[in-house]
């Protein structure tokens, strides 16, 4: 019986280093467009939405639905 490959749902579009073993990344949904920032930190770390000036979640421009 054949796998059905599942397409991921997240994609990082850009990863920055910020420091000496941390690098935070955009993250976009690709089912909504929304974009997050992920930031880990030693064995932590957290995501969050990015938010425009209006406090409304960042969607890639590129998206549509």
């Known amino acids: 019986m054949a ?3 599942k ?3 997240f994609e990082c579009i850009l990863s920055e280093s910020v420091g000496f073993d941390t690098a935070c990344k955009i ?3 690709k ?3 929304v974009l997050y920032l992920s930031c880990p930190v ?3 770390g957290g995501i969050t939405p990015l938010l425009d000036r209006d406090g409304k ?3 890639e421009t590129n998206y549509t639905e």
């Open 3 to 5: 796998k059905v490959k």
């Open 7 to 9: 397409e991921k749902r």
């Open 27 to 29: 993250i976009k949904d």
């Open 31 to 33: 089912n909504t467009g």
């Open 42 to 44: 030693g064995l932590g």
């Open 57 to 59: 979640p960042l969607i």
